[in-house]
């Protein structure tokens, strides 16, 4: 595997040091990654040729890449979309190629998280649908899940999903949701916790953490990050980790509890806390907290994000279908319109997710005129929402446009599979450029691009969304045995 490692700079945030240490970027050949095959006819794909307002750029192409070796090719496409009562003309990536059999079964994925300032990615769905110039909805949104449910409340957050008060935590930087854990501690009670996070010096006292519902566990580093801790976190877990103790997660300042039955999955016996991959200097903030917390998720200022954090409300039941909740929490203080008038709203769309096992998320979407409804991977770590899409399914027109003198390409059935060789100087080429000017900020773009939700091949996504089949355990991570 080829890998470049790259020194984040100081950042200084209220006067405290945060070093953010190697990223590793991964750019190789990963056509081998996986030994068993994507099978596109497991997926719904989007008939271009049926649609009667969609548009494409198929010479604005990129690649996604994972950890794990997901590979997704993609060009910029244009269409009507709707998520929720959400509705209007936005960009999104269709995708003509995938390596990996964690989609099977899965239409596409949509991330909702904010555009990336010079990026060539599509603008992210949520954001192209809402804010002032977009119909009025303010960009925030929150999450919460239960065992069996989830929900994605647009808009805000519904007062009556939590308990006590909401607490407020700015991001590192605007363009991704990372902020600051000062500590993580692991006990049957507070008091008797130990501290997993054993910084060696007196700067920096903190890890940034990204809050990420693609991410199953809580994931920690596994190593001293090169002297900044006195021992690895994950080993210090796997030491004293035992039944029925809680984690306490310190973020900005602000303790929070994340009790043994969210992290623990009672069905396999196995813990839901998995070790950074390497090169990663900090922690993801999985599924399991959001079993515990409603996250709002804030991005009306344009210098930074703020997320939103309260406890669950006991009892409380996600939304089974879409729903609006009158009087939303803080929006009477934006300048809110009506989604499809020019009449002031207070309410928030409470949107039904799609929760397997507690740990993959699906909502459904509608494409096109007249619209084609598909299930995708929600995704808070990630911005860009695509579909796959078949070749004989484009527009002659479009067909003809696509980039054959770039990309080599092999035939698979309908599908359009470029080979990764003549892809590779080109993608060195953008990468060495990428690296002259990137900044701490772009760094974590960089990482939720490439180091998001990295997968075991013993654990893929389900692929029963819409009943087609089994329910293999969709857990990004493979959960650990508790002793």
């Known amino acids: 595997m080829c890998a470049s490692r790259l020194a984040f700079k100081l950042l200084q945030r209220n006067e405290l040091l945060i070093v953010l240490l190697s990223v590793l970027l991964v750019m190789g050949d990963v056509s081998d990654a996986f030994t068993k095959p994507w099978k596109p006819d497991t997926s719904d794909h989007f008939q271009a040729s049926?649609?009667?307002?969609?548009?494409?750029?198929?010479?604005?192409?990129?690649?996604?890449h994972y950890a794990d070796g997901t590979e997704l090719r993609s060009f910029d496409c244009n269409d009507q979309v709707t998520i929720g009562r959400l509705t209007g003309k936005a960009p999104f990536a269709c995708i003509y190629h995938c390596n990996s059999p964690d989609f099977n079964g899965v239409d596409g994925i949509l991330g909702f998280g904010r555009p990336h300032p010079g990026s060539n990615y599509p603008t992210p769905l949520f954001w192209a649908l809402s804010g002032d110039s977009n119909g009025g909805m303010p960009r925030k949104y929150s999450f919460l899940s239960t065992p069996h449910e989830a929900e994605l409340q647009l808009g805000g957050y519904n007062p009556d999903s939590v308990q006590g008060p909401m607490t407020f935590v700015d991001t590192l930087n605007p363009n991704d949701f990372t902020v600051r854990v000062q500590s993580l501690r692991l006990g049957h009670s507070k008091d008797a916790?130990?501290?997993?996070?054993?910084?060696?010096?007196?700067?920096?006292?903190?890890?940034?953490?990204?809050?990420?519902?693609?991410?199953?566990?809580?994931?920690?580093?596994?190593?001293?990050?090169?002297?900044?801790?006195?021992?690895?976190?994950?080993?210090?877990?796997?030491?004293?980790?035992?039944?029925?103790?809680?984690?306490?997660?310190?973020?900005?300042?602000?303790?929070?509890?994340?009790?043994?039955?969210?992290?623990?999955?009672?069905?396999t016996k196995e813990a839901c806390v998995e070790p950074s991959p390497g090169g990663v200097s900090g922690l993801l903030i999985g599924d399991v907290f959001f079993r515990k917390y409603l996250v709002q998720f804030d991005m009306t200022r344009s210098d930074k994000s703020v997320l939103g954090i309260a406890e669950q409300r006991p009892g409380y039941t996600p939304a089974k279908t879409i729903q609006s909740v009158p009087g939303g929490s803080q929006l009477q203080h934006l300048p809110v319109l009506g989604r499809r008038s020019l009449l002031r709203s207070t309410?928030?769309?409470?949107?039904?997710?799609?929760?397997?096992?507690?740990?993959q998320y699906f909502v459904n979407v509608s494409v096109g005129t007249p619209g084609q409804h598909f299930t995708v991977i929600f995704d808070t770590g990630s911005s860009v929402f695509g579909l796959f899409v078949r070749n004989s399914d484009l527009p002659v027109d479009i067909r003809k446009r696509l980039p054959m003198d770039l990309l080599q390409i092999k035939s698979t059935g309908d599908f359009m599979h470029w080979g990764w060789q003549a892809m590779g100087e080109m993608a060195w080429k953008h990468v060495l450029a990428v690296l002259l000017v990137v900044n701490a900020s772009a760094l974590f773009v960089a990482y939720t691009l490439y180091y998001r939700k990295p997968k075991s091949p013993l654990s893929s996504r389900i692929t029963d969304s819409k009943n087609r089949g089994a329910e293999p355990n969709s857990s990004s991570r493979i959960p650990q045995d508790v002793v």
């Open 50 to 64: 049926s649609s009667s307002t969609f548009q494409a750029y198929p010479e604005k192409h990129f690649a996604l």
């Open 193 to 267: 916790a130990v501290e997993l996070l054993q910084f060696a010096h007196p700067a920096p006292k903190a890890l940034p953490a990204i809050m990420d519902s693609g991410t199953s566990c809580l994931v920690m580093p596994s190593s001293n990050l090169g002297g900044i801790l006195a021992d690895s976190p994950y080993s210090l877990f796997k030491t004293h980790a035992g039944k029925g103790k809680s984690f306490y997660l310190t973020i900005e300042g602000h303790e929070f509890e994340i009790p043994f039955e969210d992290w623990y999955l009672e069905a």
């Open 347 to 359: 309410q928030v769309d409470d949107l039904p997710v799609f929760n397997r096992h507690g740990t």
